[in-house]
Nanobody, 124 residues
Framework: VQLQASGGGLVQAGGSLRLSCAAS????????MAWFRQAPGKEREFVAA??????????YYTDSVKARFIISRDNAKNTVDLQMNSLKPEDTAVYYC????????????????WGQGTQVTVSS
C-alpha cells in the first residue's frame, strides 16, 4: 500500500494550494483518511479528516483551519484532497496524508498508512 502526496509549494499569504493524496494497493472508500502537518521543531498535528459511516460522509477540522480548508475524497480515484484557502504563514509545514486510523481516533497520528509528505511554505 502506498500513499503519494502532491501539490505543495510556495505561496504568498492569502493564497491557495490544493494538496492531493493518491492511494494504491487497496481501496480506502470506507476507511478514514486524514491530513496532518508538522512544522520544524513541532510535533505532528491533525489538520483534517474524512470518514464514512452508513452512507454518510463526515469531515473534521482542527480549529485553526476551519472555514479555510476543505477536505474531500474521490472514491473512484482512491484519492483525498485538501483545498487550502486564505493561507497564513503559520500554515507552513510538511503536510502528510494518512489512511486507516485503526479505530484509534481520527485526530491522533496513529494511522496505519502514511504518505511521504509535501512541503507547504507560506510567505508573509
Amino acid at each position: 500500500v502506498q500513499l503519494q502526496a502532491s501539490g505543495g509549494g510556495l505561496v504568498q499569504a492569502g493564497g491557495s494550494l490544493r494538496l492531493s493524496c493518491a492511494a494504491s494497493g487497496r481501496t480506502f472508500s470506507r476507511s478514514p483518511m486524514a491530513w496532518f502537518r508538522q512544522a520544524p521543531g513541532k510535533e505532528r498535528e491533525f489538520v483534517a479528516a474524512i470518514s464514512w459511516y452508513t452512507g454518510t460522509t463526515y469531515t473534521y477540522y482542527t480549529d485553526s483551519v476551519k472555514a479555510r480548508f476543505i477536505i474531500s475524497r474521490d472514491n473512484a480515484k482512491n484519492t483525498v484532497d485538501l483545498q487550502m484557502n486564505s493561507l497564513k504563514p503559520e500554515d507552513t509545514a510538511v503536510y502528510y496524508c494518512a489512511a486507516d486510523d485503526m479505530g484509534r481516533g481520527l485526530k491522533t497520528p496513529s494511522y496505519r498508512y502514511w504518505g511521504q509528505g509535501t512541503q507547504v511554505t507560506v510567505s508573509s
